[in-house]
T-cell receptor, first 113, second 113 residues
Framework: AQSVAQPEDQVNVAEGNPLTVKCTYS??????LFWYVQYPNRGLQFLLK??????LVKGSYGFEAEFNKSQTSFHLKKPSALVSDSALYFC???????????FGKGTTLSVSS | DAGVIQSPRHEVTEMGQEVTLRCKPI?????LFWYRQTMMRGLELLIY????????DSGMPEDRFSAKMPNASFSTLKIQPSEPRDSAVYFC???????????FGSGTRLTVV
């Protein structure tokens, strides 16, 4: 069965510092991996996805994620955090045979000024 | 495009009452998903449709929950009778194919008292 783990409930960083939000997955075969962001009282917004190809994926708002097959990880990164990046971040996975995304429990990112 | 539209945004109801949540997907999208978000369980997939046909309803918690998609532009999630433990934010999402990211609605916050 597919599963996603986000080991940190909360990540705190200072504005201007690099940030990393961790995600590991379990899936049979090759994964399709996604990151979404949720602002308070809003729906989830798509940030980026990995389907195939280059292991470093660039997405919206300066975010990027690196696919690491050997570590079954897909960590979200940004070189310089902004206060406006503070939100709830979700990693999601599906396998090639499936359709529905399975989401992690989410990580709250808090960026302080 | 107005995006995925959910109604109502907020619903407060008494235990035992019937609740109907509504969703209008993005025109042309062939997949529709219903998710439930709670603090304890995160985002749970309830059911999804492809071309108006239910594909997987294994996430529906019990027989009190039912979902329909009578046409390509409308879906409902019904809870009858409602219970306090059904209190959550319910999201609808749609996508074109399974590989692309989903577009989420703003959600319906359900409170059962």
């Amino acid at each position: 069965a597919q599963s996603v783990a986000q080991p940190e409930d909360q990540v705190n960083v200072a504005e201007g510092n690099p940030l990393t939000v961790k995600c590991t997955y379990s899936v049979s075969g090759n994964p399709y991996l996604f990151w979404y962001v949720q602002y308070p009282n809003r729906g989830l917004q798509f940030l980026l996805k990995y389907i195939t190809g280059d292991n470093l994926v660039k997405g919206s708002y300066g975010f990027e994620a690196e696919f690491n097959k050997s570590q079954t990880s897909f960590h979200l990164k940004k070189p310089s955090a902004l206060v406006s990046d503070s939100a709830l971040y979700f990693c999601a996975v599906r396998d090639q045979a499936g359709t529905a995304l399975i989401f992690g429990k989410g990580t709250t990112l808090s960026v302080s000024s | 495009d107005a995006g995925v539209i959910q109604s109502p945004r907020h619903e407060v109801t008494e235990m035992g009452q019937e609740v109907t949540l509504r969703c209008k997907p993005i025109s042309g999208h062939d997949y529709l998903f219903w998710y439930r978000q709670t603090m304890m369980r995160g985002l749970e997939l309830l059911i999804y449709f492809n071309n108006n046909v239910p594909i997987d309803d294994s996430g529906m918690p019990e027989d009190r929950f039912s979902a329909k998609m009578p046409n390509a532009s409308f879906s409902t999630l019904k809870i009858q009778p409602s219970e306090p433990r059904d209190s959550a934010v319910y999201f609808c999402a749609s996508s074109l194919g399974g590989v692309r990211g989903y577009t989420f609605g703003s959600g319906t916050r359900l409170t059962v008292v």
